[in-house]
């Protein structure tokens, strides 16, 4: 698996990411699975879903009703894209949750460039 390396390229872009359960409204547990469920997204998103891939939007540390709100259209065919059309296809309501709380808990630090 390429994690170390998208690690370190998110690192050399200065997108500092920190994973944590703790933070904001989303529950621990939802987190943790959420965690675990996120293993299906790395390959596109990223290890802390921090693309390396530019046609790939980051997830990291966006809000958990954004997430969900974007998961939900794909799955309704609201919002079409070949890829995630089908990821999202046979997502149920608390996967969703889950894997909205697991990335908007992952904390970015943006810097500003050099
Ligand atoms: C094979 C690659 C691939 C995989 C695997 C994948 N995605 Fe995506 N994802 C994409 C692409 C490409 C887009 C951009 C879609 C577009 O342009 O509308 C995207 C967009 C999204 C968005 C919308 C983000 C935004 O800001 O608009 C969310 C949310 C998302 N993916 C969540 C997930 C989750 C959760 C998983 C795992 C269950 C996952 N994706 C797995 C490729 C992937």
Not at 3 to 24: D, V
Not at 79 to 108: C, H, P, T, Y
Request: one cysteine or more.
């Amino acid at each position: 698996m390429a994690t170390p390396r998208l690690a370190r390229a998110a690192a050399r872009l200065g997108l500092l990411a920190a994973a944590t359960a703790g933070g904001t409204a989303a529950r621990a547990d939802d987190v943790d699975a959420g965690r675990v469920r996120a293993q299906a997204c790395v390959a596109c998103h990223g290890p802390l879903g921090l693309s390396s891939q530019p046609e790939v939007p980051h997830l990291a540390g966006q809000p958990a009703d954004y997430l969900k709100a974007q998961l939900r259209a794909f799955r309704s065919g609201a919002r079409k894209n070949e890829v995630m059309s089908l990821m999202a296809r046979d997502l149920g309501d608390a996967d969703i949750d889950q894997l909205a709380a697991w990335f908007s808990a992952v904390r970015v630090q943006a810097q500003p460039p050099r």
